[in-house]
């Protein structure tokens, strides 16, 4: 108490001093509040802001991170730079939202855990924002719901399966044995997808009205009328051509190919036997002259097979042109193909007959080919019916599979709180000692005026 008369002022001074002045007190002390209240929400909180929300997903491929088209999954992509981008671009609120920083720097990220109802497996994903420099709740909220949208229709986009879109158009064929490859190889892929679907859902999982078995039986029963075994054995009969310019670029080209191979191959054999005629004595080297010559052979009897194929067997008994080129006087066959002072005449009677056959200018072979090529026709479009349908119940049970729950998550939690909380705190005990020192300084500066203050008679 002694030190504190010699300073002049006790601590009871001290508390009367403050007391008399708490108003001012109490002003200072809020405004001093208020601005670190506003700085810490306006300068610092926008930096340290985090939000977070969660969804559950559920869809046909979703096991094998694939989309139900078969496309891959990632689930990363869901906050692929491109997609937030393309989410910033929906409204004019989201400007002020940097995505691009955002995603350069790492603070907006996704993770995974799974989960499980009572009845169904979900995978469960949540997206956190980190210093948005955005400190409207209900703009981030609005950009994550936005977010999430985007990803369920995109997931609906690809649980269409438009599978007749990729099929190939009929007219794209050049041939019918590529054509009959390719409905044997859509009959089994049909079959096959409903054995898969049946296997998955049951006989009875409905679909459009009807159950899965009804679709099975109905793709079952139409595909037994289509009998490519049939048509592959008509084309090989009378050499049906689908593409006249294609076929006949083609069998020009390798009735030459395989006259140029016959010719060389003969004048290897007249090579040969002139060396074995020189050498009879020599066993040995006999011996591998003859299984060369066999091999030549072997060679040219392939080739003389193919030749046919491509022109004798498309011949008719009606044009002689034809039987003089492929037949001698006994009705024989006959090697004219590879016969050099014959060649160029055999080869331009074989183009005739292929060209005649082709463009359809003898009416039996005409109407016998249109009549081919309107079944081969009507067998693809019944293809391209089954595919379609089928396409449309994969469609129907992906997007029936297909869930996504975020209804119970959109508030999204901001983690600022504490920091407001502490700053409303800080504010105070800052106000309360700022203002105790200016109450203090100004009752001195007045004092050491001599304008002390009267004392006032305590109540």
């Known amino acids: 108490m ?3 008369k010699e300073e002049g002022i006790s601590l009871l001074d001290i508390c009367k001093i403050l007391w008399k002045k708490k108003i001012w007190i109490a002003i200072i002390t809020a405004v001093t509040t208020i601005i670190v209240l506003l700085l810490v929400l306006l300068w610092y909180n926008p930096s340290k802001t985090n939000y977070s929300t969660s969804f559950e997903i559920k869809f046909n491929g979703l096991e094998n991170l694939q989309y139900p088209n078969g496309e891959p999954f990632n689930y990363q992509d869901i906050i692929s730079k491109e997609r937030l981008v393309e989410v910033k671009n929906t409204s004019d609120e989201f400007k002020k939202l940097d995505v691009e920083y955002l995603y350069d720097e790492g603070y907006i990220t996704i993770s995974k855990t799974a989960t499980q109802n009572e009845t169904e497996k979900f995978d469960k994903y949540t997206i956190d924002i980190q210093k948005s420099k955005v400190t409207d709740t209900k703009t981030i909220r609005s950009f994550i719901l936005e977010l999430i949208q985007n990803i369920k229709t995109e997931i609906e986009s690809k649980s269409q399966m438009n599978l ?16 009959i490859q390719y409905i044997n190889s859509q009959q089994s892929y049909i079959l096959d997808k409903y054995e898969e679907l ?7 999982f409905i679909v459009d009205g009807h159950p899965l078995r009804y679709y099975r039986q109905q793709a079952e029963r139409i595909l037994e009328e289509i009998d490519t075994n049939y048509y592959s054995s008509q084309v090989d009969k009378y050499n049906y051509v689908k593409d006249s310019g294609y076929y006949l670029t083609y069998t020009n080209t390798r009735i030459n190919s395989l006259i140029k191979r016959k010719e060389k191959n003969n004048q290897i054999i007249i ?6 005629s020189e050498i009879f004595n020599d066993t040995d080297r006999l011996a591998s002259i003859s299984t060369q010559m066999e091999e030549i052979a072997r060679d040219n009897a392939e080739i003389m097979t ?3 194929s491509l022109a004798v067997d498309v011949t008719v008994e009606s044009s002689p042109a034809i039987n003089q ?10 090697q004219l193909f590879y016969l050099t002072e014959k060649t160029s005449e055999a080869e331009k009677q074989i183009k005739y007959a292929l060209r005649k056959y082709v463009d359809g200018t003898t009416d039996l072979l005409k109407e016998a080919y249109d ?9 693809y479009d019944n293809i391209k019916t089954l595919t379609t349908t089928l396409g449309n119940n994969l469609s129907s049970i992906n997007l029936n599979s297909f869930a996504l729950n975020y209804t119970n998550n959109r508030v999204v939690k901001q983690s600022g709180s504490l920091s407001v909380i502490l700053s409303l705190a800080g504010g105070i005990v800052v106000g309360l000692i700022f203002s105790a020192a200016v109450v203090l300084i100004w009752y001195y500066v007045k004092k050491d005026n001599g304008n002390s203050p009267k004392e006032e008679k305590e109540e």
């Open 198 to 204: 049946t296997f998955n859902n049951g006989d009875e």
């Open 371 to 379: 009549e081919f090529d309107k079944t081969m026709a009507e067998a």
């Open 306 to 308: 193919e030749l046919e």
């Open 164 to 179: 007749a879109d990729y099929m190939d158009d009929y007219n794209q064929f050049r041939t019918y044995r590529e054509l």
């Open 2 to 4: 002694e030190e504190e």
């Open 271 to 276: 090579e040969l036997k002139k060396i074995a």
């Open 325 to 334: 080129a492929a037949k001698n006087e006994n009705g024989e066959y006959v």
